[in-house]
């Protein structure tokens, strides 16, 4: 079925499995006369890869990007951009027990289910490698939202039991620390957390944190299209995401309205809120405030101790998973986050060009 | 901008304003067949009416649905079927104040910033009103559903501090406590919990839950269209919903891949998990075993207490909310939740159709 | 099947049965803040109103549309636009014949083949009512289009065998002729030609032509969005279109290069082009001359000669068709084809919006 | 924009330039278990490649493809299948004067118009090789479709004056003349009418039909997603396409009901027709007889002749083209033609499995 595209106007399509040729992206809808170079997308495929510690698979990913079309003498033409990675260190012959029996916590049985039949090599079209696509389009919806002053930064906000803790928040950390963590004393810490796991032949899950800064008020709809709705679905469509809070989150279930209303005020003649309770949005719509949200994602569903399952052939059976894995997701997926949001709000600044007929007159001098 | 559709196949487009003529829904791609009346309409549109008890608005609202189009002889066609609910008891009058200032927690001042301008009364489209064109179609959804075996439940979980005991869980008292919980103690409770807001000028919010019984594994696609991603869409697109959890949710970030696998096993012939943290679903796509969610609920925006605002005019102000408003959002919300889920599902259940030529063959007969 | 959703921006979804409680078309996506009343979408329906003459049936269809939504102090909100029109003269008792007969050149056995059962009562979802909606979104979308200095005229070119011709163009005459047409003599021709068909109990077809002026040059897209392309599907997916020109259309595999291009050349320093054989658009693209497009209607199928068919039994049989049948479907259609048109302008006008960096920096100053 | 992708379920989305990398599609949403390699789509691929004879270009495109992903064990696997053909044998230098100047009959001054700027060499997006993604996705649908009886032809019809003639009708000429034409008298006809044009510096248009059989009743919906409205987008949105037909198309304009209607008869217990103006669609639906299609493709615009233009700097100028082009586009875009109807009809045949109850139930047994 036909779910590997995102987006009205900034449209991506990404493809490829784990150990087939190569993985890649579509970007469409990309407006014309930003200047891009594989560089500009490399950095962000960069943040992705495992790294060299302890709590990162040893493996060797180059995970070299080659822009294939719509760029021309160093600017976007408007016309599709065809990003290709190909896949060069991938060993099948690890993966022969996969093909018998459904891993739990992985989508082997629910892809049986679903097609038949599957690609059992790494994960296939499920691997986290099918994160390569979304990191490329986000490269490039974050390179055309810094025209406009917006910016992202995501990081990790928690390993476990771990987190980072406010008064500590460094953002050269989240580059530094193997665990993409903005505060080194819980990085640190969170790393001697993770040998533990590992060392009991068992994963971690954490929690992720974006915000975005110089977000305009106005984006995003007010029904089905709302921007905290399609952000929702964006991260939630990362694998290993399994809830998603924008501001305060599942606070506000706790809270009073006197206590979760962000009241408005005036700083010079702009209209700002005292509060952003709402992580930066109201009925669907940006407030201008910073956009805030975070992604709770599960552990590692790859371990090394034996599990109870099941085989093809119906036979309840025990698997214990070899190979390279990490005992947690979290550090590779802060800038998949970073990129789903970025792809999502390109899309609704795109969209909302045309909300009112004196954004037409801006562009049509009729 | 046209955010007011929503679905690939089962396809439904909302519209209308709390204090226009009336609000209604074009239900498109219900298969042809279905024996449908405005009564099971009804019955759902009537769970999200304001009750009689003391924490419910005592405003009447009628809500009765005409069936427009799409049916013929008490069965769907295939074709659109257009839902109308009239507008009946609003009173303008009691919105000037609206007009003129931004209410904390509402969309007033993004509407502005969007749009220009903004239909005020009583929230306009972005007034919880809205919501009776994804019930009226969540009944419908949830009628095709129940012919596969489908059964959904959403109930309220917590508001404020109050949460339901697992052990008192009583069906039959989702509709027939003023909370919408399925426990008549814990409702109890949170009425004497609202009744303190309420003389406190203050409101609360809450937690609803909703699982999902019978779904067959496969629905749901592995990418962007995952399952888990429509459905935490189709939540977080409703009103006052700031966080959306499948199955364990937040708490994965907490576990070990050792606590959070599901081990699979057989029960009979039939392949089972032994657990359901994933709530039913697995790399996006479901795996036969019970769908879960939660939705947390902001407390209602509208409280009586004076907030600081700033009005149109670019003054700051203060504003003390009249009229008739909720103190809690979440028992209404309920039946919203499950029509969401309800809508989601049956679109992937029909997008899924074409997903193998096995399906396609037991259709077209090559 | 959801096919009743088009455009994607200026998106529009229509319903209802030419002998249910009404028909309708939910308008997404009108920017904000155009002035509009009823009477702007009334004139439009009038235009596809049977008229007085002997062409057209004499049954009187008042089709008086109501604005349920989205416009609040007479401009537009950007919120969705409902807008019904209430059947009010369908005598349900013609029908009968036609519940059991498949009338050649009509949806009956096709609805029935896809759906297992229709609506047979006026051809249901399939009657000529249906393009109700097209219109009214048509006569919103003109009104959007001309405050950008475009405007649309359409007209009958020909019916049968009688055509306009170019010298005696007279643009009043479309509105005043009961064909359609703009010219007098040829209309009064066709009006005798059609008696004639008329007392044969026969019908006939005809040709439509759509002309636009003051297109900007850049909306469409270069690959499936095409313009032409989607000009072609709107205008074909009205009924009893078989096929659709542009420019100068069939006419072009007859020409060679030499005399199919259209040399460019400069007006004062605007670059325009000498000829207009490509009817405004290339490469998908509109280039700032005049659209000019063709739609080729086929004879109204409902005629009183009997003809050859079977009924749902299977058994072969002869229908004799009776009621009020126009003559010839083109006079009625021509508004048609100009809302179709206008809508289809429209989304290319907001869709074009983001097409290059240039255009956001005018709408978001960074 | 976002214009490169097209249908709802089986999704295809192609990108790549002249003289780019390469070009490429991805088709999303084929159905798992096809048997697939890469020589079924290459045999498509080889029918768009320029011949040996007089009236094709003589250079050389390989046009080898590439399957990136989507296949395991040599069949489909549901995911999406990405195709990669690299670009070879293009020579940038011959492209310096179209960098300056807008080719009449080119998409040069509308990119530029569009985008603010274009890829100029060898048309770039708009240029032929575009088609090569269609194709290849074309090659895929058709292969699908044949597994459910339908088989699809195209041919040319006529090249400027030259028609073939019914009796004469040959279809293993289709592949072994140079024009396509599935009639070799006409074809040497055209041969020697090509040759003419050629030594005039010009060039010439024509027509091709396409015909599918084995296509049943029910696909295609009743409103926008008519069945003919989309293959007439599909057909149109091949670069040169100027007019689209179905079934007596342009005819039906001249006829009666009386002769233009299809009386229904009985084959056995088979309802056909017996006749088949219509071209296999009534109201927007398949009715169970053959699809007929026909596209009218202008005459190559890129001529030896010089001709009267205007440069990127606004002055009048003249341009003669050089380089290497095809005196006619039609018997290299038969295959494109094809391929376009192929992925239109299985699109319909997917998204018409959800459209009644006893089709889901074939599949979902409740």
Redesign the interface.
Known sequence: ???????????I?????SH?????V?V??C????PLSANDIQLYLDRRKPGQSRIATPRREADEV?????I??G?T??????L?VRNTSQHSGDYTEIAEC?R????D???D???????YRGG???SGR?TIGRVAAGAIAAK?LK???ITLCAYTK?I??ISIHPDSFDPAAILETPTAMPDRDASAQAEKFLAD?MS????????IECVADGV????G??????L??????????I?AV?????????E???????T???????EG?Q?V??SNH??GI???????SQIILRA????????F?P????NRE???TQISIKGRHDPVIVPRAVVVVESMTAITLLDA????????????????K?
Chains 1, 2, 3, 4 share one sequence.
């Open positions: 079925m036909a779910g590997s595209t995102l987006g009205i106007i900034y449209r399509t990404t493809w490829g499995e087939g040729a190569g993985l890649g579509i469409d809808g407006p014309a006369g930003l080659e822009i294939l079309s719509g021309f003498e600017k033409t408007g016309t599709p951009i065809s290709l459904y739990p916590g992985h989508a049985y629910t892809f289910q679903k097609y038949g039949f599957r690609d296939g079209r499920s099918e055309v025209e406009f002053g928690s476990g039991p796991c009991n032949y068992d994963s971690a899950g954490g929690v305009p008020a106005g984006l709809d007010p029904v089905f299209e709302k905290d709705a399609n952000l929702a679905k964006a991260v939630m469509s694998g399994k809830a998603v809070e924008i501001g305060d989150g599942i506000v279930s706790m809270h009073h309205g006197s979760n209303n962000d009241p408005f005020r005036l003649k209209i809120k005292s709402a992580g109201l009925g669907g719509i940006s407030d201008g709770h994602v599960k552990p590692t569903p790859s371990i101790s599990q109870d399952t099941v119906g036979k309840e600044l795109l969209v909302n060009a045309g909300a009112k007929m004196e954004h037409l007159k801006a562009i049509y009729s």
